[in-house]
């Protein structure tokens, strides 16, 4: 897709209706989903909007091709290194999007409608905050990475009053545009979400079964869907022709019918049972 080329990065395949091998990447459209929310959420509009975006890595350029598309004013970049950041602009080249590198914190103290950590900042509890909020006017936060409590950024962002949203949110929409793409049906986002924060938390969905899985054709390794008693395997090569038949598979012994419930269809009528003969009863005595 066009996300790939003008990101450098591809996280999802699946195969077209005419046999061709397509690849996007998630991150652009989840994180257009996530924080498009968040900005509603917050009275205000991702379009014409200032940002501020901290850090040049691979999640950094998905979020800066998503805020070009999605029609923003400026990006302002903060990175460890400005020799990264300036990199990372000349690769990109943003077409309506006006992004300049800033040198320090001091630099980019000013007024943001968004402020997003696009840095590994808060995978680890000892990790330092990305950004002081308190010196900058902003409306509202998004991190990309998410933790059990949230992150201490994210925390950091709400005392300071500002509207916040984590990676996680992010995470539910990337997967619904990946069984979006799979099984070509818009799933909706309560449940998914639903399970994620309860994944979150250390709690099993009711959806999810631990011990037994759905695989999909082979294809990405090791995929898992945790719906139901019973397990489907196809292998690689009969990828394409055992997607449907997989899918409609699945419900069959799925007590809630989970994997429907989240694609949004009715699952497939139970098999019939095979007729059988009655037995002659045995001679008396």
């Known amino acids: 897709t066009l996300s790939v080329g003008r990101s450098g990065a591809c996280n999802c395949f699946w195969g077209a209706k005419d046999g061709s091998l397509v690849g996007d990447n998630t991150d652009i459209g989840g994180f257009l989903r996530s924080v498009r929310r968040l900005m509603k959420d917050a009275g205000t509009s991702l379009e014409g909007a200032q940002?501020?975006?901290l850090g040049a890595g691979g999640a950094a350029r998905a979020v800066l091709v998503g805020l070009d598309e999605a029609g923003v004013s400026s990006a302002d970049?903060?990175?460890?290194t400005r020799l990264g950041a300036d990199?990372?602009?000349?690769?990109?080249?943003?077409?309506a999007l006006q992004a300049r590198v800033v040198r320090d914190s001091g630099e980019a103290a000013g007024r943001y409608d968004l402020v997003i950590n696009a840095t590994?900042?808060?995978?680890?509890?000892?990790?330092?905050?990305?950004?002081?909020?308190?010196?900058?006017?902003?409306?509202?936060?998004?991190?990309?990475?998410?933790?059990?409590?949230?992150t201490a950024w994210t925390r950091h962002a709400r005392t300071s009053g500002l509207a916040?949203?984590?990676?996680?949110?992010?995470?539910?929409?990337?997967?619904?545009?990946?069984?979006?793409?799979?099984?070509?049906?818009?799933?909706p986002a309560d449940p998914m979400r639903q399970a994620a924060l309860a994944a979150r938390i250390g709690n099993r969905h009711p959806w999810f079964r631990p011990r037994t899985s759905i695989r999909f054709h082979g294809w990405p390794p090791e995929p898992s869907i945790y719906c139901c008693r019973r397990r489907v395997s196809c292998a690689p090569a009969r990828w394409r022709r055992a997607w449907p038949r997989c899918a409609r598979f699945a419900g069959i012994a799925c007590?809630?019918?989970?994997?429907?419930?989240?694609i949004g269809a009715a699952p497939p009528?139970?098999?019939?049972?095979?007729?059988?003969?009655?037995r002659p009863?045995?001679?008396?005595?």
């Open 87 to 95: 990199e990372m602009l000349d690769e990109l080249r943003l077409e």
């Open 164 to 187: 916040v949203s984590d990676g996680l949110e992010m995470l539910v929409e990337q997967a619904r545009i990946s069984v979006r793409n799979w099984l070509r049906v818009e799933p």
């Open 120 to 150: 590994s900042l808060g995978l680890r509890a000892s990790d330092p905050l990305p950004l002081d909020l308190s010196r900058l006017e902003a409306t509202a936060a998004f991190d990309c990475v998410y933790g059990r409590d949230g």
């Open 255 to 262: 007590r809630e019918s989970c994997l429907h419930a989240a």
């Open 51 to 53: 940002t501020l975006v």
């Open 269 to 278: 009528a139970s098999r019939p049972q095979r007729a059988t003969a009655a």
């Open 281 to 285: 009863a045995p001679p008396g005595r």
């Open 77 to 80: 970049v903060l990175n460890r």
